[in-house]
């Protein structure tokens, strides 16, 4: 699974080798569920190597060169749903550490700022123990910034669809976002649903009705969505659906849960997660999308022109702002359009573009490195040119659904660690070494 890579970064004095070492987090493990964490560190694999980022390095320096954050920032990401990936992450940046099933600060912790890279949401184990974790976390005082995700996004969709009038552009999303929720509804289902909630719900038949789109639902939605889509956008999310539709009550039957038991954990998530007072709402309000410190943006997958031009003329509250605002009521027009990107883009021709024009938009504004999630890799952190554009992607494999599914052993556990002093930390159980990346000392 490791890999050795030769570099050409310029040869690092032992003094330098020594300072570098120093960075590496003290780690509070006595349960030992971190002894094949990488302790010894190695110049950013390929980061001298590749002319791209050689080629952003010199841009940075271009405009003004970098600025770093004030303190350490820890960034773990798509910990999807997996609380022990997250929990066993934090301790590896050295910010918590955990003695009898109780968490608390590192001295290092009290002074670092965490940020959550987004997709909190689904896969498995356990949605409700990741909030859980997250709670605590929040309870003993950590810096916590949650990021918004395609996945906790999709959850929003979902359950708005089921609770807000029913027409011809919303009424299939519970189908197109709802089989990966299915986990989450099945916990929702066991700890917040009532016999009262149940006894309220009509007949089988009815609530599949509510659950699916009715049998004219293509005709009614390409014609509703011309306005807001692109022509093989519309055929690509008809085609979606038919797939979806033949799979559906055969996923819903894996999860153990009938149409009413569905529909009833739909419409108490809304309580749960999205009315103000619910057991988990301060999730999602306390959810931005962008965050930036220094030269450096943080998001779960990444930016096209018009986010660019709007982080660098109205900075990134006005990002959040609008995102939040969107996101309430999150239309296909939204999901598809430049806010709801930043949760979902790959840089694919079928999203939104991201080209010269906006990349030096986020030079002149002084942002030069963009810290996302989203592609996940099985050796560590990656750091890559993108579109002209340095990105650092964070998505280390955390939870045990993937790494199943993956081939990967065991339990994730990685952070992206950030210094004042411009040195960044790649640090993944995945990976022999840990990744150490200066741009400001490098050729």
Not at 30 to 45: A, F, G, H, K, T
Not at 122 to 146: C, E, F, T, V
Not at 296 to 310: I, N, P, Q, R, T
Request: glycine letters at 10%; one cysteine or more.
């Amino acid at each position: 699974m490791y890999s050795s890579r030769q570099t050409s970064i310029r040869q690092a004095s032992s003094h330098e080798i020594s300072a570098s070492a120093r960075l590496l987090p003290q780690v509070f493990d006595p349960e030992r569920c971190l002894s094949d964490l990488p302790r010894e560190i190695e110049p950013w694999p390929g980061a001298g190597a590749q002319p791209q980022i050689s080629a952003c390095l010199a841009r940075a320096r271009q405009h003004g060169g970098w600025r770093w954050p004030e303190r350490p920032v820890i960034f773990v990401s798509d910990p999807h749903a997996d609380a022990e990936g997250l929990l066993r992450s934090l301790i590896a940046g050295g910010v918590i550490r955990r003695e009898g099933g109780r968490i608390g600060l590192t001295r290092f912790g009290q002074s670092a700022r965490i940020i959550l890279g987004g997709d909190s949401f689904d896969k498995g184990p356990s949605n409700l123990a990741l909030l859980d974790a997250l709670g605590a976390l929040r309870g003993i005082g950590a810096d916590l910034h949650i990021l918004a995700g395609n996945h906790d996004l999709r959850m929003r969709m979902a359950v708005d669809a089921l609770r807000g009038p029913r027409h011809a552009l919303n009424e299939h999303l519970f189908v197109r976002m709802g089989r990966k929720i299915l986990p989450a509804l099945r916990e929702v289902l066991e700890r917040f649903v009532t016999p009262a909630d149940l006894a309220a719900m009509p007949d089988e038949a009815a609530c599949r009705a509510r659950l699916l789109p009715g049998e004219d639902w293509a005709a009614r939605f390409a014609k509703a969505a011309r306005p807001e889509l692109r022509a093989k956008v519309i055929a690509k999310e008809v085609d979606k659906l038919e797939e979806k539709l033949r799979k559906f009550d055969r996923e819903l039957a894996r999860a153990g849960l009938s149409h009413r038991q569905t529909l009833a954990s739909v419409l108490k998530c809304y309580e749960v997660f999205f009315k103000p007072g619910g057991a988990y709402a301060w999730f999602y309000e306390a959810m931005d999308v962008v965050t930036r410190s220094g030269s450096l943006l943080f998001v779960h997958a990444g930016l096209c022109d018009d986010m660019c031009a709007l982080l660098a003329s109205e900075g990134v509250e006005a990002v959040n702002t609008r995102y939040q605002a969107g996101a309430e009521r999150a239309s296909l027009g939204f999901y598809f359009g430049p806010l709801a990107n930043l949760v979902r883009t790959k840089y694919r021709v079928t999203d939104c573009q991201l080209t010269e024009r906006g990349v030096t938009a986020l030079h002149e504004a002084g942002i030069h490195m963009v810290v996302q999630g989203h592609v996940n890799s099985h050796e560590g952190q990656r750091l890559l040119a993108k579109r002209g554009l340095l990105h650092l992607e964070g998505d280390v494999t955390l939870d045990r659904a993937s790494r199943r599914l993956e081939g990967l052993d065991g339990i994730g556990a990685g952070a992206t660690l950030i210094f004042p002093s411009g040195d960044v930390i790649g640090l993944s159980r995945d990976y022999p070494r840990a990744k150490h990346f200066a741009p400001d000392r490098m050729i």
